[in-house]
T-cell receptor, first 109, second 114 residues
C-alpha cells in the first residue's frame, strides 16, 4: 500500500528565504506526482504536476523535482513571501491519488 | 480556468438526517471525486466516478453513497448522518483516465453533525 510522508509537519522561515519542502513515497510505480497549496478553511489549489517520466517542473518561483528511484520529490519556493504561508500537500497517482499529511508553512515578514 | 463549485461552505445537520453535498464542475471533466479531510488523517477518498451513472468506492465508503446523473454534477449522500462524519468534504474533478491530468478541487464544505 502506498504511503506518502511529508516532513517536517510545520516550517517557519523569514521572508526572502528559499523554502524547501519534502515529500517521500514508498511505491515508485506512480503515474505522476502533484503539489497542492491549501489556505486555512479552503480547498486545494494545484501548483505543479510532474509526470513519472519527468525530473522537474517549474512555474514562476516554484520548482518541483522528482526522483522516482528514491521515492522523493522536493518543492522549492524561491524568495519566500508572507503570501506563501499555507499548507503544502503532495499527492502521488497510481490508480488514485494518495496524499501526504502536508507541511504547514509560515513566512514571517 | 477550471471551476469546481461546492454548494455550501458550511453546513450544520443533526444525527440521523439524510444529508446531500453537491458538487458541480464546468470543464466537461469525466472524472469526479469526493474526499474528506480530518486533522491527523489527511485526505481520504470516499467515492469517485469516471462517467455518468458510474461510481466506484474509494478507501472509506461506509456510511456514504453518491449520485452522478449528469456529467457536471456529483452528489455525496450521507444516508443517516452520524457525529463521526463531521469533517471537511472536498470535491475534485479531472479529465478522463489519462495519467497526466491534474485534479482540480472545490473550496470544500465544512460539515458539522450535532
Amino acid at each position: 500500500k502506498q504511503e506518502v510522508t511529508q516532513i517536517p509537519a510545520a516550517l517557519s522561515v523569514p521572508e526572502g528565504e528559499n523554502l524547501v519542502l519534502n515529500c517521500s513515497f514508498t511505491d515508485s510505480a506512480i503515474y505522476n506526482l502533484q503539489w497542492f497549496r491549501q489556505d486555512p478553511g479552503k480547498g486545494l489549489t494545484s501548483l505543479l504536476l510532474i509526470q513519472s517520466s519527468q525530473r522537474e517542473q517549474t512555474s514562476g518561483r516554484l520548482n518541483a523535482s522528482l526522483d522516482k528511484s528514491s521515492g522523493r520529490s522536493t518543492l522549492y519556493i524561491a524568495a519566500s513571501q508572507p503570501g506563501d504561508s499555507a499548507t503544502y500537500l503532495c499527492a502521488v497517482k497510481e490508480n488514485k491519488l494518495t496524499f501526504g499529511g502536508g507541511t504547514r508553512v509560515l513566512v514571517k515578514p | 480556468d477550471v471551476k469546481v463549485t461546492q454548494s455550501s461552505r458550511y453546513l450544520v445537520k443533526r444525527t440521523g438526517e439524510k444529508v446531500f453535498l453537491e458538487c458541480v464542475q464546468d470543464m466537461d471533466h469525466e472524472n469526479m471525486f469526493w474526499y474528506r479531510q480530518d486533522p491527523g488523517l489527511g485526505l481520504r477518498l470516499i467515492y469517485f466516478s469516471y462517467d455518468v451513472k458510474m461510481k466506484e468506492k474509494g478507501d472509506i465508503p461506509e456510511g456514504y453513497s453518491v449520485s452522478r446523473e449528469k456529467k457536471e454534477r456529483f452528489s455525496l449522500i450521507l444516508e443517516s448522518a452520524s457525529t463521526n462524519q463531521t469533517s471537511m468534504y472536498l470535491c475534485a474533478s479531472s479529465f478522463s483516465g489519462a495519467s497526466n491530468q491534474p485534479q482540480h478541487f472545490g473550496d470544500g464544505t465544512r460539515l458539522s453533525i450535532l
